[in-house]
């Protein structure tokens, strides 16, 4: 396989998903990953687990996905999150819980590491450059021939490196294609399909050329207002259908 989709936090918007899908499609890439959460806060989470599985699509468990197996976990999560999970739950048949729960936590496909938070747990951040750095050391210890791992679960696309003296460093992602070195370590987020939050409302994925060892991210528009009119009419909480529109 040489180019695929990379996709993340779609949290049951069918309309960003969609568009990704056909942006992604439009470019000949010739398969979908996806970093887990593809339920959670809107309105559409059987919608875009049944297109996953069309597209073929391989990924990993995120924590609204665990908490849809799961409701305690939902416990510690926000309001708006908590809310949102229960009507996830009431949406998903047997079929679609059992989809879910044959997603692991963390895998490895084509030499890349998949997970949602960390490698460790989908329910941590790596935000910072410590966070960046303690994942770096535990990507050497446990994945010594991985050299890139894609996450999600902060919704803000992102690029760390670790070059061969252990420096760590965030780097701003460029509008080019961007070369992976294999001296380095890197770290990498496409940003959210489903609920951007970088003050741009467009869908975020990234697509990743196996064989060229290139990343390009992208970011494509999408029908907000029909993902907004849908929250509403399933009762979901406003504010989940308003932040949608600044991505925030």
């Known amino acids: 396989m040489a180019r695929v989709a990379i996709l993340s936090d779609i949290h049951g918007n069918l309309e960003a998903l969609k568009s990704v899908v056909r942006a992604a499609q439009a470019e000949g890439v010739e398969g979908f990953w996806h970093l887990g959460d593809v339920v959670g806060y809107n309105a559409d989470p059987t919608a875009c687990l049944e297109m996953l599985k069309e597209c073929g699509a391989r990924g990993v468990q995120g924590n609204h996905d665990l908490a849809a197996l799961d409701p305690q976990i939902a416990e510690s999560f926000n309001v708006l999150a908590h809310e949102a999970i229960h009507y996830t739950i009431q949406q998903l048949d047997t079929g679609h819980l059992a989809q879910l729960h044959a997603l692991p936590l963390c895998r490895t496909l084509e030499g890349a590491l ?47 490196i670790q070059d061969p003296r252990g420096k760590v460093m965030a780097v701003d992602v460029p509008d080019k294609s961007v070369r992976l070195s294999a001296e380095n370590l890197y770290l990498i987020n496409p940003g959210s399909v489903g609920q951007p939050r970088e003050r741009d409302n467009r869908a975020r994925f990234l697509i990743f050329d196996t064989d060229l060892k290139t990343v390009d991210f992208r970011a494509v528009p999408y029908d907000v207002q029909r993902a907004q009119e849908k929250i509403l009419q399933a009762g979901l909480p406003e504010y989940l259908a308003l932040r949608l529109q600044d991505g925030v």
């Open 114 to 160: 998949l997970c949602h938070g960390t490698p460790e747990t989908p329910h941590s951040y790596i935000l910072n450059l410590y966070q960046a750095r303690r994942i770096f050391n535990l990507m050497r210890k446990r994945y010594p021939d991985i050299s890139v791992c894609f996450f999600g679960h902060t919704h803000q696309h992102k690029i760390w």
